[in-house]
Nanobody, 122 residues
Framework: QVQLVESGGGLVQPGGSLRLSCTASGFFLRDYAINWYRQIPGKDRERVAC????????DYGEFAKGRFTIVRDNAKNTVYLQMNELKPEDTAVYYC???????????????WGQGTQVTVSS
């Protein structure tokens, strides 16, 4: 079965850290640009970060710069999102996603995981 699976979400206090994982079954993440998106209740889904596969580049949403880091581990077929200095406004469902054809951080994703909930609260 071809799918993306997110994990690592949970409840964390403000100022804390979480590392989210995106793993794939049925294909290799090294062949695709991988995005992390989030959806805050009542708001549109927004991109958190993206990591390309054809070049060593990444891209971050303004709110993520300096706090979040996206990295690949091809040996584990996993892309991680390290989130530091978390704030209550980071509370959201986080999704990993990719574009199946001509995969790039410049293209809107069309294949999504199911998401993992992140709650930042004291």
């Amino acid at each position: 079965q071809v799918q993306l699976v997110e994990s690592g979400g949970g409840l964390v206090q403000p100022g804390g850290s979480l590392r989210l994982s995106c793993t794939a079954s049925g294909f290799f993440l090294r062949d695709y640009a991988i995005n992390w998106y989030r959806q805050i209740p009542g708001k549109d889904r927004e991109r958190v970060a993206c990591i390309n596969h054809s070049e060593p580049s990444t891209d971050y949403g303004e709110f993520a710069k300096g706090r979040f880091t996206i990295v690949r581990d091809n040996a584990k077929n996993t892309v991680y999102l390290q989130m530091n200095e978390l704030k209550p406004e980071d509370t959201a469902v986080y999704y990993c996603a990719t574009t199946v054809a001509v995969s790039s951080c410049h293209r809107a994703p069309d294949f999504w995981g199911q998401g993992t909930q992140v709650t930042v609260s004291s």
